[in-house]
Every structure is written in structure tokens, then in C-alpha cells.
């Protein structure tokens, strides 16, 4: 049996978009991959996306490991998708501790329905599709939210 995983970036959404699209797709956990759960837009950093989450009735976990490093989040804001790509895969995924968090998102995704958290809308340029191909290969399809 295929499982689906989501993914969304909350560039250019509001939190009740954000919410909104979570509770149409059916998501019941939020799996905030940014290393960094800081934002400047309203809504969005750690604390208040918790909450804002768990007030709309779905649960919210922050997977500080997968988070893409500094240096990863510089490719991907220079529109370099490879760079980015290669970076995450060989400061997080390939090591041991982004091997046991990835052994964790998995576990929580087939607990419940999830779905992958970051800030750029394009998945193609963002970690999560990484993410989601790595889980791919453990039965997950994806699917790209964008509120």
C-alpha cells in the first residue's frame, strides 16, 4: 500500500491558507523541516506556528535535523537547486544523525498523515523534495501543497 506524504512552503501564504490547505488535504501532523524556526513573516516562526497548528486541530513536531544548513540555504536562494541538493545531502542525509532523523520522519508519516514544512514554494527548490525522494524509495508518494 502506497502512503502519501506532503510537502508545502509557506512563501507568499498566510497562516489561514496554510491551515486551510492542511485540513483539506487531510494532514494530521505538521513536520517543520527548517533548521532555522525563525521568520520575519507573522505567523510563522516556531512558537506561533505551533500554536496557530495545534489550534486547528493538528498536531505539530519541529525536525530540527533536516533542516538545510546555512550554507544549503544560500544555494537555494541563489536558485542553485544542485548546490543546495548536494549540500543537505552531505551535511545531513548522508551521516548518521540525518540517517536516524530521517528514520523518525518516516515513523511519524506512517503514524499519520504528514506533511513536510519549509519556507520556499517551489518544491524543486527546496530540501523537502530531497526528503520526499529519500522517502520514496520507502513506499511514500508526494504530494506538493500551496495553499
Known sequence: MRKTLFTIGYEGLESRQLTDALKDAGVGLLADVRAVANSRKRGFSKGAL???????????????????????????????????RRIYCEAVLDTADGGLALDELAALAEAAPTCLLCFER?????????????????????????G
Open 50 to 84: 505551533k500554536a496557530g497548528i495545534e489550534e486547528a486541530g493538528l498536531a505539530y513536531a519541529h525536525l530540527r535535523a533536516l533542516g538545510t544548513p546555512k550554507a544549503g540555504r544560500e544555494a537555494a536562494r541563489g536558485h542553485d537547486a544542485a548546490l543546495m
Open 122 to 146: 517551489d518544491p524543486e527548490r527546496c530540501h523537502r523534495r530531497v526528503l520526499a525522494e529519500r522517502l520514496a524509495a520507502r513506499g511514500f508518494t508526494t504530494v506538493d501543497l500551496f
